[in-house]
């Protein structure tokens, strides 16, 4: 029960993400997933037959990988929410950029999966 609690939680704030720049999608789906993978295989089934977020869930267990471009989007929506977030808050103006610095530097550790299907370093300019 507590697995499922997390991975309907975790699904939430991916899909509250999708509107909020400060919260990433991918990584609260993912984490949904893992914890449907041990809580519950009917909504882990849901959630891999889900047209938008199956095939996330599905290249990451495939792979290992994030895409270039949701790399990219991730990063410019997570900058855009932070500048937004530092200039409305007064107080708190830092943490909501620290917490997308954490998420992007993660991402970018992250083995790259190109649009030809072909896997990279963690990032595209370690290349030769």
């Known amino acids: 029960m507590p697995w499922l609690l997390a991975g309907l939680l975790s699904l939430a704030l991916g899909i509250v993400g999708i509107f909020l720049p400060l919260l990433p999608t991918t990584p609260f789906v993912l984490l949904a997933a893992a914890c449907f993978a041990r809580g519950s295989s009917r909504c882990e089934a849901w959630l891999l037959g889900h047209p938008r977020f199956g095939p996330m869930v599905r290249d990451w267990r495939n792979h290992h990988a994030i895409p270039w471009r949701a790399k990219q989007f991730a990063w410019v929506m997570m900058a855009i929410g932070s500048a937004s977030?530092?200039?409305?808050?007064?107080?708190?103006?830092?943490?909501?950029?620290?917490?997308?610095?954490?998420?992007?530097?993660?991402?970018?550790?992250?083995?790259?999966?190109?649009?030809?299907g072909r896997l990279t370093a963690s990032h595209p300019f370690e290349q030769e």
Do not use: F, H, I, N
């Not at 950029?97 to 998420?103: D, P, S, T």
């Open 85 to 116: 977030a530092a200039w409305s808050l007064p107080r708190l103006k830092w943490l909501p950029a620290l917490c997308c610095a954490a998420v992007a530097w993660w991402m970018w550790r992250q083995p790259t999966r190109e649009v030809d």
